[in-house]
């Protein structure tokens, strides 16, 4: 495996884990039933892989390492699974179920949206850019 993968991914895993950890210390006790911090992470992430997405297929500058670093590095350590898991295991486990399927369609739906409004920002700023 070559060294500059392992870096980009792990340098990039560390930037994005230590983010989310911020979110989830500035934005959960705002809102203590569904953590905000989570749901951030995953939307923020969510726009940013759009933007990600497209700006490597507009551009052959993207090393395969610059990939890595943003993508399974940075935004891989920013979103997670496992703690939204969790989270939404312990609203149904307190018998918390709208609050559990709120919060589990807010993740999924919203992360979706956010990766295709990141897309399509990318290119309408390429189409006005081109005007």
Do not use: D, Q
């Not at 939307?43 to 700006?55: N, R």
């Not at 610059?66 to 399974?72: D, F, I, K, Y």
């Not at 350590?77 to 609050?99: D, N, P, Q």
């Amino acid at each position: 495996m070559p060294w500059g993968g392992i870096l980009a991914v792990g340098g990039g895993a560390a930037v994005g884990a230590w983010s989310r950890w911020g979110l989830g210390n500035l934005l959960n006790p705002l809102f203590p039933t569904v953590p905000l911090g989570t749901l951030s992470a995953n939307l923020l992430g969510g726009l940013l892989m759009g933007f990600a997405m497209e700006l490597i297929t507009r551009h052959a500058v993207f090393t395969p390492e610059m990939r890595l670093l943003v993508t399974t590095g940075f935004l891989g350590g920013l979103t997670t699974f496992s703690t939204f898991s969790a989270e939404i295991v312990t609203l149904l486990m307190r018998k918390e179920y709208l609050w559990g399927a709120i919060a589990m369609a807010s993740h999924v739906v919203g992360s979706l949206a956010m990766t295709i409004l990141g897309i399509l920002l990318v290119r309408a700023a390429y189409s006005w850019a081109a005007a």
